[in-house]
């Protein structure tokens, strides 16, 4: 089942006091953009972050499940709980990098 973009704009709402927040439509599903860095992804209407080692103490407990068959297992965090955002959001913006600028289509 797809994300809808009501709950996509849900999460962007809960993000706003972290920054410039948007989301974009990737096969069907949301990525959530903080300052223009991939933090989040919604699929089927929950919220994933990838694991990295940084986030294991503070997600230590926290619901674990892949966003997608074949996909790494993630951290899905409540998207309620306004204490984990004030920490999770922070870490995720500093330790996310920018995305790569994508090679202009020159003429050959």
């Given at each position: 089942?797809?994300?809808?973009?009501?709950?996509?704009?849900?999460?962007?709402?809960?993000?706003?006091?972290?920054?410039?927040?948007?989301?974009?439509?990737?096969?069907?599903?949301?990525?959530?953009?903080?300052?223009?860095k991939?933090?989040?992804?919604?699929?089927?209407?929950?919220?994933?972050?990838?694991?990295?080692?940084?986030?294991?103490?503070?997600?230590?407990?926290?619901?674990?499940?892949?966003?997608?068959?074949?996909?790494?297992?993630?951290?899905?965090?409540?998207?309620?709980?306004?204490?984990?955002?004030?920490?999770?959001?922070?870490?995720?913006?500093?330790?996310?990098?920018?995305?790569?600028?994508k090679?202009?289509?020159?003429?050959?």
């Amino acid at each position: 089942m797809a994300s809808t973009l009501e709950y996509a704009e849900f999460v962007c709402e809960k993000l706003r006091p972290f920054g410039n927040v948007r989301c974009r439509k990737m096969f069907g599903e949301y990525m959530v953009y903080l300052n223009d860095k991939p933090v989040l992804s919604v699929c089927d209407n929950a919220v994933f972050v990838k694991k990295l080692p940084e986030l294991d103490a503070l997600m230590r407990g926290c619901e674990c499940g892949c966003p997608y068959e074949g996909a790494k297992e993630h951290y899905m965090p409540d998207i309620d709980d306004a204490a984990l955002l004030s920490e999770l959001i922070p870490m995720l913006e500093k330790l996310t990098p920018l995305p790569k600028p994508k090679k202009s289509k020159g003429k050959a």
